[in-house]
């Protein structure tokens, strides 16, 4: 499974973004996928996953209420859309995958096998 990310970029405070991660090789439906971020500095933090079955979703405290996970229907494309951005959300942003159902497990990032190389997000003050 390879993943790839995309769509970072500068924005301003209060600014929107949505990040694209492309998702190729051997996939199904029983996949897990999910976003994290890390700072210069901090552990990678979990943000949300989606379980390709049913399009179950968690958050992580960080991404309630502002960001929102989504995949296209090919479940070939995996989305993050982030609204209200402030400085402390610059980081890189990492998509990852799993062959397993999500439950409180996708919250982990040693969880997952496969990662993107990221795309990075800096927010303007």
């Known amino acids: 499974v390879q993943l790839q990310a995309s769509g970072g970029g500068l924005v301003q405070n209060g600014g929107s973004l949505r990040l694209s991660c492309a998702v190729s090789?051997?996939?199904?439906?029983?996949?897990?996928l999910g976003w994290f971020r890390q700072g210069s500095g901090d552990r990678r933090e979990f943000l949300a996953y989606?379980?390709?079955?049913?399009?179950?979703?968690s958050y992580g405290d960080s991404a309630k209420d502002r960001f929102t996970i989504s995949r296209d229907n090919a479940m070939k494309t995996l989305y993050l859309q982030m609204n209200s951005l402030k400085p402390e959300d610059t980081a890189r942003y990492y998509c990852a995958a799993n062959d397993r159902y999500g439950s409180n497990w996708a919250r982990v990032s040693t969880s997952y096998d496969y990662w993107g190389q990221g795309t990075q997000v800096t927010v303007s003050s």
């Open positions: 090789g051997r996939t199904s439906s029983a996949y897990t």
């Open positions: 989606i379980s390709l079955s049913d399009g179950r979703t």
